[in-house]
């Protein structure tokens, strides 16, 4: 039985550019439960973005084109409604909070019209009944003195209250998907706290599910339960968030962890990944990871991995761990 | 650790003493007649930097590290206090006579693709203090260049390469082999990690640290990212709204934090700890606006310990003093 809200199988979304073609997400496969949290990690360009756009249908065509596989909400395939039956999905059932309130926000319209909006086209509310539910939203993230902010402009907010707007305005017709793509990447320690904090209860409260996007593995092992770690537009590992933390599989996972200023540890010099991320339109033979990987073997430079089941119960792209490969077609995981 | 080398540095070796400085800029009154109001970014900050230290300095966005940066290597006019850099009073220096003085102050930017000239080919940028400076022929230059570049873990056949060629971490290097060339003594490094990816950051970070030993250098550390500062700094200022409100050695500013607001800056960060209870808001509100300070201590609009006596915490500003030997921290109740 499915009880997946989400599944994502082999999904390839590549950029035709002058500079010839850029191979953003390839072969993608997740899936997320009801009520669950997944994060996707990884560094920049490592195809995290594109896989939140591609599944909100909002890659742009062109020169960005979903290629290949399946994109299934509650087993409905996304990729396959038109495009009026897709609208419907987003806003309503799929919502998402963007890095920049302020440049997300639009500059001329009052926050209460900007909440308004998708309650009133998803659920044909009145403009009153809207505007009362734009209070009702302000008041549940945490915005003081919700009747008189639902007049204010977004410049007249702080960076966390205009996150919180923004939450509001993806949560006011209570989806059943909510893409989080780096929400607090912008906004200092102690208001990511407030914010990743209201994120969790609200997703509780109203048992939605959470695609969180974030570079910080903190970010991530806080509030998911699940994790994908993404490299140059493939998954490298997938698995329980606190598997793969305390006992990476990958040697991309564990060289990520080991870069990461810890303050218990004390080390005087730093983990260091030696090179950098490979250019999606240039991307090396075999391993995408293997120039910089400490690990590596022959078989690496020559044979792309497949995405297998490790010993340890995981989903794993690596050499390392090709003993009787079960490559990943359905994601049935246990 | 760290607090044992602090004990054991003597007067002669302090490189930078701030006393009471403060940079206010000057904002336009709301209503007419009621005087010039001030954003305060920098409030009497007092403290001293040895040499071949690291001083880390953290806080939020908008709480003055990067103005305190760039005031203290006169690259702004500070408002009030004093500035003397290697036995010097240069708070009043004018441009001709910090000229000769910039060779020793340098400041490295935390955006790598803005603070470097894009039509200048990447040599010629590293080249540029050297012009400025008026030292070495062209020949010596060139050779200077490709020891920098080398040092700063660049291959010097990219020379004459332009900056859109290369990687943020690779253009971070390029930044720091500009602030290198005149071997100065003290360097600002204001986030320079803060742009680039985990797995280059540490690459940065350990080019930093290996330059210090190497060259004997100086560091101010800007950086919003606890973790980071940690790693590198000897000791730690916190700050709030312009003021240090912290002081110490690295490891008592984050085992045994004295200040309510370093307290809860440091269980604010995300843990990669699955056993511990889950992250939850240290601290209700935004910062206050820099131009209305509240009377009092900068952070009793959000203590949790104001409440203990807020009357005073309301009214009186707490002065930074020495709690135990070498730590310091502006608040009434802390020690």
Redesign the interface.
């Known amino acids: 039985m499915n009880t997946n809200l989400l599944d994502v199988k082999n999904l390839c979304t590549y950029f035709y550019t002058d500079e010839g073609v850029v191979y953003a997400l390839d072969g993608v496969s997740f899936s997320v439960k009801k009520g669950e949290t997944l994060g996707i990690v990884g560094e920049s360009g490592s195809g995290k973005s594109v896989a939140a756009l591609s599944v909100m249908r909002l890659v742009q065509t062109p020169p960005g084109k979903i290629v290949s596989g399946e994109v299934l909400m509650n087993g409905e395939n996304l990729l396959k409604l038109s495009g009026k039956e897709m609208r419907a999905v987003r806003g309503g059932k799929i919502a998402m909070i963007f890095q920049e309130p302020m440049t997300a926000l639009n500059p001329v319209y009052t926050i209460g019209s900007q909440i308004m909006e998708s309650p009133r086209i998803h659920r044909g509310l009145s403009r009153r009944q809207a505007r009362r539910v734009a209070i009702e939203m302000l008041e549940k993230v945490g915005i003081p003195l919700p009747e008189k902010r639902v007049d204010d402009y977004p410049h007249q907010l702080s960076g966390g209250m205009r996150q919180r707007a923004m939450i509001a305005i993806a949560l006011c017709c209570n989806p059943e998907l909510l893409i989080c793509d780096e929400p607090t990447t912008a906004l200092d320690v102690t208001i990511q706290a407030q914010i990743l904090e209201l994120i969790n209860d609200l997703k509780k409260e109203m048992n939605t599910s959470v695609l969180m996007i974030t570079h910080d593995l903190g970010v991530v092992a806080q509030v998911s339960e699940n994790v994908l770690v993404m490299y140059a537009s493939k998954v490298m590992e997938y698995g329980g968030v606190k598997e793969v933390f305390t006992d990476p599989c990958h040697p991309y996972t564990k060289a990520l962890l080991e870069s990461m200023p810890a303050v218990e540890s004390g080390r005087e010099r730093l983990h260091v990944i030696e090179g950098m991320v490979p250019s999606l339109s240039n991307r090396p033979e075999g391993c995408l990871f293997h120039p910089r990987c400490e690990r590596r073997m022959e078989i690496c430079k020559t044979l792309r991995p497949e995405l297998i089941m490790a010993p340890a119960g995981r989903w794993v792209r690596c050499w390392l761990y090709a003993s009787g490969p079960r490559t990943l077609g359905s994601i049935e995981r246990g | 650790m760290s607090e044992n080398r602090d004990k054991n540095v003597s007067e002669a070796e302090t490189l930078l003493v701030l006393e009471n400085l403060r940079k206010w800029y000057a904002v336009k009154s709301a209503r007419f007649g009621t005087g010039r109001s001030y954003v305060k970014a920098v409030n009497d900050v007092s403290l001293t930097i040895r040499r071949g230290e690291t001083l880390g300095v953290v806080g ?2 908008g709480c003055g590290k990067t103005t305190l940066g760039r005031v203290m290597i006169r690259l702004l006019e500070p408002t009030g206090g004093r500035i003397e850099f290697d036995g010097r009073d240069i708070t009043h220096y004018d441009e001709k006579r910090l000229r000769p003085l910039r060779k020793d102050m340098q400041i490295i930017f935390q955006d790598p693709y803005s603070s470097l000239d894009p039509r200048m080919t990447v040599g010629d940028i590293i080249a540029e203090p050297f012009v400025f400076q008026n030292l070495y022929t062209q020949a010596e230059r060139r050779e200077k260049v490709r020891e920098l570049m080398e040092m700063c873990g660049l291959d010097p056949i990219y020379v004459r390469r332009y900056p859109h060629e290369f ?1 943020g ?2 253009r971070q290097r390029v930044g720091i082999a500009r602030s290198l060339a005149l071997t100065p003594k003290l360097m600002v490094c204001d986030e320079p990690v803060s742009a680039l ?7 940065i ?2 080019l930093l ?1 290996d330059l210090q030993a190497k060259v004997g250098l100086t560091y101010l550390f800007i950086s ?1 990212n ?3 500062v ?3 700094s000897n000791r730690i200022a916190v700050m709030y709204l312009g003021y240090v409100v912290e002081l110490a050695g690295r490891e008592d500013v ?1 085992f045994h934090a004295a200040h309510p607001y370093t307290q ?2 440091i ?8 056993d511990a209870p ?7 509100g ?2 206050p606006s820099p131009v209305n300070l509240p009377p009092g201590c900068p952070f009793s609009s959000r203590c949790p310990r104001a409440r203990r006596d807020r009357r005073r915490c309301e009214a009186e500003i707490p002065l930074l003093r020495e709690i135990s030997p070498g730590h310091h921290a502006a608040c009434h109740f802390a020690g």
């Open positions: 939020e966005s990687s971490g690779q990816d985990v797995s280059i950051q540490s690459q970070i350990n640290v919003h606890l973790n980071v940690y790693h590198i984050y809860a800056l269980k604010s960060i995300p843990k990669i700890e699955f889950p992250l939850r808001a240290q601290l209700k935004d910062l």
